[in-house]
């Protein structure tokens, strides 16, 4: 794990206390992880030209990223909701 990616774990767990998991590497990983694949969907989707979209790998890579980021926080935010009502 890089010095990077364990500020921004640390970063989460003290903004978003209730999302602290057990392992703090575990949610460092999987926040860069879900970053990634938003990285190479929005590289993906640049290259193809879909969706009219311009060569701007830069821009489209950062809203890739960010939105994949929320994304994240949000399915861990409903899982813990989810786990939390009673069926």
């Known amino acids: 794990m890089t010095i990077w990616s364990q500020q921004i774990t640390n970063l989460v767990h ?8 057990t392992n703090n590497n575990f949610l460092g990983l999987e926040v860069i992880f879900f970053m990634s694949a938003g990285l190479g969907t ?3 989707l640049t290259t193809a030209g879909v969706f009219g979209l311009k060569r701007r790998y830069l821009v489209s890579s950062l809203m890739g990223i960010i939105s994949y980021g929320i994304g994240y926080f949000v ?4 899982r813990q909701n989810m786990a ?4």
Do not use: N
């Open 14 to 21: 003290q903004s978003i206390p209730s999302l602290a998991l």
């Open 75 to 78: 399915w861990q935010f409903v």
């Open 84 to 87: 939390q009502k009673e069926y």
């Open 42 to 44: 929005a590289w993906g």
